[in-house]
C-alpha cells in the first residue's frame, strides 16, 4: 500500500507542483506545437508519458547498480541517453513492423521519445533519490503534466485568437509567449523555488 501512496503522490507532485513543462520550460515546445494541433495531441501525450515511465523504471533500475551509483554526471547521462535511444528503437521497430505504423506516425514517435521533457526524468529521479515507485510516480506525473500544460496551452491559444481586442502587432506568437509566460509564472508560484536563486 505504501508503494501506491508514493507512486500516486510523487505524481501528484509532479503535475502540480514540479509541472516540468510550465515551470522549467522542458518540452515547452512540443507542448505548443501539439497544442495547436488536436489531432495529434492525444498520441503525442501517450507518447510521452510512456516514454517517461519506462525510462524511469529502467534508469532506476540501472542506478541501483553499485559501479552506475558511482559514477560520474557525464557516464550518468551517457548511460541515460542510451536507455532513453534503446527504448526508442525498441518501440518504433514494434511500431513499424508489427503494426505497420505510418511514416508520420513513426515522426511522430521520434519525436516525443528525443523530448527533453523524457530525458530529463532520469536526472530528476536521481538527484531526489527516488525509489522505485516514486520513479514511477514521476514517469507518470510527467506525462500528465505534459497533458495538463498543452491542454491549458490550447485553451488559451484558442481564447487569444478570439479575442478581438488584443492590439496586431501582439496577435500570434507574441501574445502565445506572454499567455505561457504567465503560466508558467504561476506553476513556478506552486513549486517552492525562487526565480531568482
Do not use: H, W
Not at 514511477?136 to 491549458?152: D, K, T, Y
Amino acid at each position: 500500500m505504501k508503494v501506491i501512496s508514493d507512486l500516486l503522490i510523487t505524481a501528484l507532485y509532479t503535475v502540480f507542483v514540479q509541472n516540468l513543462v510550465l515551470s522549467t520550460g522542458l518540452g515547452m515546445s512540443e507542448a505548443i506545437r501539439v497544442s495547436t494541433k488536436p489531432g495529434t495531441f492525444g498520441r503525442f501525450a501517450v507518447m510521452i508519458s510512456g516514454f517517461s515511465v519506462v525510462t524511469s523504471i529502467l534508469c532506476s533500475l540501472i542506478d541501483s547498480v553499485p559501479a552506475v551509483e558511482q559514477s560520474t554526471y557525464a557516464v550518468r547521462a551517457a548511460i541515460y541517453g542510451a536507455v532513453l535511444a534503446g527504448v526508442y528503437l525498441l518501440t518504433a521497430t514494434i511500431m513499424r513492423f508489427v503494426f505497420k505504423a505510418s511514416s508520420k506516425l513513426m515522426g511522430t514517435l521520434g519525436i516525443a521519445a528525443l523530448n527533453t521533457l523524457v530525458l530529463a526524468i532520469p536526472f530528476i529521479n536521481n538527484s531526489a533519490a527516488y525509489s522505485l515507485a516514486d520513479s514511477i510516480g514521476s514517469g507518470i506525473g510527467a506525462g500528465a503534466a505534459f497533458v495538463l500544460a498543452a491542454a491549458m496551452i490550447s485553451k488559451g491559444a484558442r481564447i487569444i485568437e478570439e479575442n478581438a481586442d488584443i492590439p496586431e502587432v501582439f496577435k500570434g506568437t507574441p501574445a502565445m509567449f506572454l499567455y505561457v509566460a504567465m503560466l508558467s509564472l504561476a506553476f513556478t508560484g506552486f513549486s517552492s523555488t525562487s526565480l531568482f536563486a
